[in-house]
């Protein structure tokens, strides 16, 4: 049986895409290890969506390509957004791997691991079009904790953010059928999820292309019924097409936590529009007193981008400002970047780097002043933690969750207390505040 190592890079969307491959490559007679050096096959399911993400795949190829010229493994596959990205750039780059497998051709993995392997000639490139139906994806070797899972309900996108490449390589939204959602999601809880972590480069869009209005509230309808899930989670909503529908769901839907991530970008209108955002600061204004007012114990979840081209002191105080008065909970800050083949890319008045991280430095400090005053607001109180790990070498110390906290992205909870075991949701008194994590203890009396 041969074996390979899977190394998946980037965001949660992109994990899902390495547990399918993961589990065709399985279905196909192979096994999966931890290492790969040694391992019969490498695949790199890599990030191509800023250049930061680039750099640490260009890094992680170069790794694994040293491992193949030394014989540490017999073939190496780059996959993922960088492969759909740059195609044959990559295979000069690294004339060590052996294939570069698109984003749309994730089917062929198995295919082309198995020429590979067999020495078998065939296209360096394996390229497939874009998707006009989501990819079943209910196969999957999870790589996540067997308590958490994603669930990806949507493809692509239809924004054509000035700054963003994805729709250029994930192609246009389309959604996942929604009978099709619901057995994915029934197969994760069976497969031992509790919470769901519903993605998509744009979810509160879902069902638009195949309904002609948002389905996202009868989606909510019909997870809240799966069991044993207990958390339901909604992360990469556009502001746009936020419905009274998806807020009746949230308030109804005993399993729909109260936690939005709702990237933002700006609220200066001259940046939005150079954004092309297709939204105003007083709509998102409206918007956020909206939710607040109807959503009880909401937790809110933005990201910003500084130093877009023409974005001048004011824009950016306005921006300052913005934060401080609207109190997220919990917030992330980009510095831009000129992405090669974005209209941003060409506009001029372009910010010194220098400024760029300046920005980013004083907005994040801000922040935090807002998040910490809020880690403090919980001391106190029971609140409910998702207990995602044991801490080694401690037998009654845990790392969880509770509903304000993301997987991966927000803080964490260190949890004290007998009777504990990861998957489990356990009523924990907040007992400090550490920087933007929170101590616990757990009394199972």
Same mark, same amino acid.
């Given at each position: 049986?041969?074996?390979?190592?899977?190394i998946?890079?980037?965001?949660?969307?992109?994990l899902?895409?390495?547990?399918c491959?993961?589990?065709?490559?399985?279905?196909?007679?192979?096994?999966?290890?931890? /290492?790969?050096?040694?391992?019969?096959?490498?695949?790199?399911?890599?990030?191509?969506?800023?250049?930061?993400?680039?750099?640490?795949?260009?890094?992680?190829?170069a790794?694994?390509?040293?491992?193949?010229?030394?014989?540490?493994?017999?073939?190496?596959?780059?996959?993922?957004?960088?492969?759909?990205?740059?195609?044959?750039e990559?295979?000069g780059?690294?004339?060590?791997?052996?294939?570069v497998?698109?984003?749309?051709?994730?089917?062929?993995?198995?295919?082309?691991?198995?020429?590979?392997?067999?020495?078998?000639?065939?296209?360096?490139?394996?390229?497939?079009?874009?998707?006009?139906?989501?990819?079943?994806?209910?196969?999957?070797?999870?790589?996540?904790?067997?308590?958490?899972?994603?669930?990806?309900?949507?493809?692509?996108?239809?924004?054509?953010?000035?700054?963003?490449?994805?729709?250029?390589?994930?192609?246009?939204?389309?959604?996942?059928?929604?009978?099709?959602?619901?057995?994915?999601?029934e197969?994760?809880?069976?497969?031992?999820?509790?919470?769901?972590?519903?993605?998509?480069?744009?979810?509160?869009?879902?069902?638009?292309?195949?309904?002609?209005?948002?389905?996202?509230?009868?989606?909510?309808a019909?997870?809240?019924r799966?069991?044993?899930?207990?958390?339901?989670?909604?992360?990469y909503?556009?502001?746009?097409?936020?419905?009274?529908?998806?807020?009746?769901?949230?308030?109804?839907?005993?399993?729909?936590i109260?936690?939005l991530?709702?990237?933002?970008?700006?609220?200066?209108?001259?940046?939005?529009?150079?954004?092309?955002?297709?939204?105003?600061?007083a /709509?998102?204004?409206?918007?956020?007193?909206?939710?607040?007012?109807?959503?009880?114990?909401?937790?809110?979840?933005?990201?910003?981008?500084?130093?877009?081209p023409?974005?001048?002191e004011?824009?950016?105080?306005?921006?300052?400002?913005?934060?401080?008065?609207?109190?997220?909970?919990?917030?992330?800050?980009?510095?831009?970047?000129?992405?090669?083949?974005?209209?941003?890319?060409?506009?001029?008045?372009?910010?010194?780097? /220098?400024?760029?991280?300046?920005r980013?430095?004083?907005?994040?400090?801000?922040?935090?002043?807002?998040?910490?005053?809020?880690?403090?607001?919980?001391?106190?109180?029971?609140?409910?933690?998702?207990?995602?790990?044991?801490?080694?070498?401690?037998?009654?110390?845990?790392v969880?969750?509770?509903?304000?906290?993301?997987?991966?992205?927000?803080?964490?909870?260190?949890?004290?207390?007998?009777?504990?075991?990861?998957?489990?949701?356990?009523?924990?008194?907040?007992?400090?505040?550490?920087?933007y994590?929170?101590?616990?203890?757990?009394?199972?009396?």
């Amino acid at each position: 049986m041969p074996t390979f190592a899977l190394i998946s890079l980037g965001c949660p969307k992109n994990l899902v895409d390495s547990e399918c491959m993961g589990a065709a490559l399985c279905h196909d007679g192979f096994r999966m290890v931890s /290492e790969p050096i040694g391992a019969d096959l490498v695949v790199v399911n890599t990030c191509g969506f800023i250049a930061d993400a680039r750099e640490e795949s260009y890094a992680v190829i170069a790794e694994m390509a040293e491992l193949r010229r030394r014989g540490d493994t017999r073939g190496l596959i780059v996959a993922g957004c960088l492969a759909e990205r740059e195609r044959e750039e990559l295979l000069g780059r690294f004339p060590a791997v052996d294939r570069v497998v698109g984003v749309f051709a994730r089917g062929e993995i198995a295919n082309a691991a198995s020429q590979v392997l067999d020495g078998q000639p065939g296209p360096r490139m394996v390229l497939q079009p874009p998707l006009n139906c989501m990819a079943d994806e209910a196969e999957r070797l999870r790589l996540t904790p067997h308590h958490v899972a994603y669930l990806k309900i949507a493809e692509g996108c239809n924004r054509l953010c000035s700054f963003c490449t994805i729709p250029s390589i994930r192609g246009p939204f389309v959604s996942k059928p929604l009978d099709a959602a619901v057995r994915e999601a029934e197969q994760l809880a069976a497969d031992g999820a509790r919470e769901l972590v519903l993605i998509a480069q744009d979810t509160s869009s879902y069902g638009l292309d195949f309904a002609g209005r948002p389905q996202l509230a009868e989606l909510l309808a019909r997870l809240d019924r799966v069991e044993p899930l207990r958390w339901i989670r909604l992360m990469y909503l556009y502001p746009a097409h936020v419905t009274d529908a998806l807020i009746r769901a949230v308030n109804t839907c005993k399993k729909v936590i109260p936690y939005l991530d709702l990237p933002l970008q700006h609220i200066s209108d001259p940046i939005l529009r150079g954004m092309r955002r297709q939204v105003s600061r007083a /709509e998102t204004e409206r918007l956020l007193g909206w939710l607040r007012g109807e959503i009880d114990g909401l937790v809110l979840r933005t990201t910003f981008i500084v130093g877009f081209p023409g974005e001048t002191e004011q824009h950016f105080n306005e921006l300052l400002d913005f934060v401080g008065r609207q109190q997220f909970e919990r917030l992330g800050v980009f510095a831009y970047r000129n992405e090669p083949g974005t209209p941003a890319a060409n506009l001029e008045d372009q910010v010194p780097e /220098e400024e760029k991280r300046l920005r980013q430095q004083r907005l994040m400090a801000r922040q935090q002043d807002i998040a910490f005053a809020w880690g403090d607001r919980q001391v106190g109180r029971t609140l409910d933690v998702l207990i995602d790990r044991g801490i080694p070498g401690e037998k009654y110390a845990f790392v969880g969750r509770t509903t304000a906290d993301a997987p991966e992205v927000d803080g964490v909870v260190y949890v004290t207390g007998k009777g504990l075991k990861p998957g489990r949701i356990a009523p924990c008194e907040i007992v400090a505040r550490k920087g933007y994590d929170l101590i616990a203890a757990y009394d199972p009396t």
